[in-house]
């Protein structure tokens, strides 16, 4: 066994299925092989306990490998591979909360990490994943913003990359790809094509598909984001979490990152309720919670919340149980709301947010106006993308205040005719 498999295995007593609840051992695999449902870690809880202390946290790094003793990889002084992602900053809201009627509001600011989006908290985890299992080439089947970080961190680490994206995606995300040397996979189809072709060519290639079979580690690195919450609010969980959803993953892991907080004893027990944001264009798990369904029904997606498009998600089944469970609501917004999002959470609070933070911020917008989300709630928002990489959604919304030729006076009488 190498030093990187000890690193994997010291952490991780083994996989479970999230439907059977069959285990196997720690491997590159992500589905069941009893009834194809999904993997994911059990801990060792011996060994997290041992290792898991607010002290130990704190003396870590800046980064989300201070949170090591919760994840599937044991850090053992600095990660050779690790960009530095996490520990994004918790921001306090007050203007968006005063525009919202809503009282305590924090925004998650993930646009700050390497590549410009939360994918680098999940690629940074699978990376280190694919060293311990001896793989070489690191893949994904990617919206944007995960192709982008699987560029970034495989370039960084030396690694090969190919990542496959739909061929309408975004100019910007093509190109935030390709400039890392990263192999651009354009697939004449929708995500769910590209999600599909991936899972075949990882069963028949080897490499370490971030969101395939390495999807069990891989999906581990949205926990810190709960991680870090929780320790910038002074070690406590807020009242009210809105997180956009995709594949419904993200929303499953924050849940699951709190409740792992609490048997460990970092934070007191605390209800926290967890709400979902969807695009009206791509809606499949807001509209199984407005039907009171389990049952997630497939959608082809058509909303400029591209990273958001993703028809079948895998998780949203869990996503709408967490939510359920938790007292949240799942709800979805226009692409013209979406747009609103963006401009709103830019003339705020000066954070330019990708189409899917629009999205969040839309939807927190119309979740506060029928009560659903209340003043006197501690909340937190996940703004989860930069908007540089979609420049494009707003496109003929936005420009420039004034044309005026270059003189003082034409700038005066611009000036004066705005009253």
Same mark, same amino acid.
């Given at each position: 066994?190498?030093?990187?498999?000890?690193?994997?295995?010291?952490?991780?007593?083994?996989?479970?299925?999230?439907?059977?609840?069959?285990?196997?051992?720690?491997?590159?695999?992500?589905?069941?092989?009893?009834?194809?449902?999904?993997?994911?870690?059990?801990?060792?809880?011996?060994?997290?306990?041992?290792?898991?202390?607010?002290?130990?946290?704190?003396?870590?790094?800046?980064?989300?490998?201070?949170?090591?003793? #919760?994840?599937?990889?044991?850090?053992?002084?600095? #990660?050779?591979?690790?960009?530095?992602?996490?520990?994004?900053?918790?921001?306090?809201?007050?203007?968006?909360?005063?525009?919202?009627?809503?009282?305590?509001?924090?925004?998650?600011?993930?646009?700050?990490?390497?590549?410009?989006?939360?994918?680098?908290?999940?690629?940074?985890?699978?990376?280190?994943?694919?060293?311990?299992?001896? &793989?070489?080439?690191?893949?994904?089947?990617?919206?944007?913003?995960?192709?982008?970080?699987?560029?970034?961190?495989?370039?960084?680490?030396?690694?090969?990359?190919?990542?496959?994206?739909?061929?309408?995606?975004?100019?910007?995300?093509?190109?935030?790809?390709?400039?890392?040397?990263?192999?651009?996979?354009?697939?004449?189809?929708?995500?769910?094509?590209?999600?599909?072709?991936?899972?075949?060519?990882?069963?028949? #290639?080897?490499?370490?598909?971030?969101?395939?079979?390495?999807?069990?580690?891989?999906?581990?690195?949205?926990?810190?984001?709960?991680?870090?919450?929780?320790?910038?609010?002074?070690?406590?969980?807020?009242?009210?979490?809105?997180?956009?959803?995709?594949?419904?993953?993200?929303?499953?892991?924050?849940?699951?990152?709190?409740?792992?907080?609490?048997?460990?004893?970092?934070?007191?027990?605390?209800?926290?309720?967890?709400?979902?944001?969807?695009?009206?264009?791509?809606?499949?798990?807001?509209?199984?919670?407005?039907?009171?369904?389990?049952?997630?029904?497939?959608?082809?997606?058509?909303? &400029?919340?591209?990273?958001?498009?993703?028809?079948?998600?895998?998780?949203?089944?869990?996503?709408?149980?967490?939510?359920?469970?938790?007292?949240?609501?799942?709800?979805?917004?226009?692409?013209?709301?979406?747009?609103?999002?963006?401009?709103?959470?830019?003339?705020?609070?000066? &954070?330019?947010?990708?189409?899917?933070?629009?999205?969040?911020?839309?939807?927190?917008?119309?979740?506060?106006?029928?009560?659903?989300?209340?003043?006197?709630?501690?909340?937190?928002?996940?703004?989860?993308?930069?908007?540089?990489?979609?420049?494009?959604?707003?496109?003929?919304?936005?420009?420039?205040?004034?044309?005026?030729?270059?003189?003082?006076?034409?700038?005066?009488?611009?000036?004066?005719?705005?009253?």
């Amino acid at each position: 066994m190498t030093s990187s498999e000890q690193r994997l295995v010291r952490n991780v007593a083994g996989l479970r299925c999230r439907e059977c609840g069959s285990e196997q051992p720690v491997g590159p695999s992500h589905v069941c092989g009893f009834c194809f449902g999904p993997l994911e870690p059990v801990y060792d809880d011996a060994v997290v306990a041992a290792r898991a202390h607010r002290d130990v946290i704190t003396a870590g790094p800046a980064t989300l490998w201070r949170y090591a003793p #919760l994840l599937p990889i044991v850090r053992d002084g600095p #990660l050779p591979d690790d960009l530095g992602t996490g520990l994004s900053p918790l921001r306090p809201a007050p203007r968006l909360a005063a525009r919202l009627g809503l009282g305590r509001l924090w925004l998650k600011d993930d646009t700050r990490n390497p590549s410009g989006s939360f994918k680098d908290r999940v690629v940074s985890v699978a990376l280190q994943a694919a060293r311990a299992f001896g &793989i070489e080439t690191l893949a994904c089947a990617s919206t944007g913003n995960l192709a982008n970080s699987v560029a970034a961190h495989a370039a960084h680490a030396g690694m090969d990359a190919y990542v496959f994206v739909p061929h309408d995606l975004e100019e910007a995300k093509i190109v935030s790809s390709a400039v890392y040397g990263a192999n651009v996979v354009a697939v004449k189809g929708s995500y769910d094509d590209v999600n599909r072709l991936c899972a075949e060519a990882a069963d028949d #290639l080897g490499w370490g598909f971030a969101n395939v079979n390495l999807r069990a580690y891989y999906a581990e690195g949205s926990k810190t984001l709960g991680f870090e919450v929780a320790e910038q609010l002074g070690w406590r969980l807020p009242d009210h979490v809105v997180v956009p959803v995709a594949s419904g993953s993200q929303l499953t892991k924050v849940h699951r990152a709190f409740r792992e907080l609490v048997r460990h004893g970092l934070v007191d027990d605390h209800p926290t309720r967890i709400s979902g944001a969807q695009a009206a264009g791509c809606n499949p798990v807001a509209a199984a919670f407005k039907a009171g369904r389990d049952v997630i029904r497939p959608v082809k997606a058509d909303t &400029i919340a591209k990273s958001l498009a993703i028809g079948n998600p895998a998780d949203g089944y869990y996503a709408v149980n967490v939510v359920r469970d938790t007292g949240g609501e799942v709800d979805d917004v226009t692409d013209d709301e979406i747009r609103d999002g963006m401009r709103l959470l830019a003339e705020t609070e000066g &954070i330019f947010a990708e189409t899917a933070g629009g999205v969040t911020i839309a939807t927190l917008a119309k979740l506060a106006r029928r009560g659903s989300v209340t003043p006197g709630e501690q909340v937190v928002a996940m703004i989860t993308g930069n908007g540089l990489k979609t420049v494009e959604s707003l496109t003929g919304h936005v420009g420039p205040a004034f044309h005026i030729e270059p003189s003082l006076d034409a700038f005066g009488r611009q000036l004066r005719s705005r009253g």
